[in-house]
Structure formats: structure tokens, C-alpha cells
């Protein structure tokens, strides 16, 4: 049995994460170096707009400010506590107004996967 991490706020680092760089930033937690299924993190987005295609099953929870999720049309905002499901392969963009989530993802080798699948 793997050993139980405790990610304290005062040590999280955030990187930035899109364009602009100074709009969002990502503290990623859980990855294949922990774990054989599932990663985990902390993101935040403030006025800003990413595109992604998400290359896995993702959750996300709203920790403070507004999250949007935007899918074509729709639009998911989102308060403090509210959950989303996105199922793979679904094209979206993370918007947020001073937003802190957390996610879940599986499966964690989403990259490896994805690039093996462009070299076959």
C-alpha cells in the first residue's frame, strides 16, 4: 500500500497554465508518480478563456469565485461547491471570475496514452 500524502496549502505551488500565463495557474497534485489511476489538482482562472480537449474523465469542484465551463452553446457556471462531470474527449474552455477548483482525472496516463495513439 502506497503512503498516504498530505498536500498542505501553505507548500502548493501553482504554475502558470495557458495564455495568458498571468490568468491561470494549475498546482498539480496527483500523478503517474503517485498513483496508477487517478490525478488530482488545484487550478485557478481569472478573466480568462483556455481551449482544451479534455483527454480523460474529469471532475471538478468549485472551491471559490465563479467557474465557467464552456461546451459549444452551453455555458455551466459554476458557485463554491458545485460539482461538474466531463466525460472524455469533450472540447471545452475553463473560464473563471477569481475561480479555484479542484479535479480528478482518469485516467492519470492521459499524456502517455495520447501520444503513443499519435505514434501508431
Known amino acids: 500500500m502506497a503512503d498516504i500524502v498530505h498536500f498542505k496549502s501553505s507548500e502548493r505551488v501553482f ?3 495557458g495564455s495568458p ?3 491561470a495557474s494549475i498546482s498539480r497534485l496527483v500523478g503517474p508518480e503517485l498513483s496508477r489511476s487517478m490525478g488530482a489538482g488545484i487550478a485557478r482562472f481569472d478573466d480568462c478563456s483556455i481551449a482544451w480537449t479534455v483527454l480523460y474523465d474529469e471532475l471538478i469542484v468549485t472551491l471559490e469565485g465563479t467557474f465557467r465551463l464552456r461546451v459549444g ?6 458557485s463554491p461547491g458545485d460539482v461538474l462531470w466531463v466525460p472524455e474527449n469533450t472540447p471545452l474552455h475553463y473560464e473563471g471570475d477569481g475561480a479555484t ?4 482525472l482518469s485516467p492519470v496516463d492521459w499524456k502517455a496514452r495520447a501520444e503513443k495513439a499519435r505514434n501508431d
Open 73 to 78: 452553446d452551453a455555458v455551466y457556471e459554476c
Open 21 to 23: 500565463a498571468d490568468k
Open 101 to 104: 477548483v479542484f479535479y480528478a
Open 15 to 17: 504554475e502558470p497554465y
